[in-house]
């Protein structure tokens, strides 16, 4: 399955709530219907506070699709579908947005046992210079997911983390590395797992979170409200 994101702002004087509103039930109708069975899945994420770092994004887009085909189909249907204001679908968002970039990303799961209302966060990064990509994402997937897992285990650990590498930038000037997706049941939840997470070692004796951090920068980390679309 071939996943992609999409990371836009909000022209100045946006009402954000409104914007939502349009996003999640004008937009999200209207791009379901011309995207019809291409698309797999469709969720939309709107940011609620920036917990670290400098990052000024609304909101994040996350779709998935069979094949590049489909998504070609998928997006000529959005593109050629007319709306009574004279725009396409995307040309209607578009407008509407400031900064759009989407990415074809490569997802990789490595914990998935959420249930119900939960907080999400999305935390979105670069490589330090010199760190080569694909060691650092067979590091993040196949180490650092895995020490993050055994040093979590309790009733409020995360519920569900998925890691995400850029694979290409489709369209916009962001510059990303990846991504993190991470969901606990509660704030509280969170923050002792973040803080459990913050005091554990490696057998070297390396601290599991500076190991990580060292390797990359300009992290934002991001809360967000999600409201699937289409699962």
Do not use: C
């Not at 702002?9 to 791009?31: C, I, M, N, S, V």
């Not at 969170?190 to 913050?198: P, S, T, V, W």
């Amino acid at each position: 399955m071939i996943k992609r994101l999409g990371v836009y702002a909000l022209p100045e004087g946006t009402d954000g709530d409104e914007f939502w509103r349009y996003h999640t039930r004008e937009h999200a109708k209207q791009a379901k219907q011309a995207f019809g069975d291409y698309l797999k899945r469709y969720t939309i994420n709107r940011v609620r506070r920036v917990i670290a770092g400098e990052g000024d994004w609304f909101g994040m887009v996350e779709t998935w699709w069979d094949s590049q085909a489909d998504i070609d189909r998928g997006f000529a249907n959005l593109n050629a579908t007319m709306l009574p204001n004279g725009l396409s679908i995307s040309d209607d968002f578009g407008s509407r947005v400031a900064g759009y970039t989407s990415f074809e990303v490569d997802e990789f799961v490595a914990l998935d046992k959420l249930a119900g209302e939960a907080v999400k966060r999305m935390t979105f990064y670069q490589l330090v210079d010199g760190i080569d990509g694909d060691d650092f994402f067979h590091y993040h997937t196949q180490k650092h997911a895995a020490d993050v897992l055994n040093a979590s285990q309790t009733d409020y650990a995360r519920k569900k983390y998925v890691i995400n590498k850029i694979r290409r930038v489709i369209k916009g000037d962001e510059r990303v590395f990846g991504f993190i997706e991470t969901w606990w049941s509660s704030h509280a939840d969170m923050k002792r797992d973040l803080d459990e997470l913050g005091s554990a070692t490696l057998p070297d004796g390396t601290s599991l979170v500076n190991e990580f951090f060292e390797q990359v920068e300009n992290v934002v980390v991001y809360e967000v409200e999600e409201f699937i679309a289409k699962v």
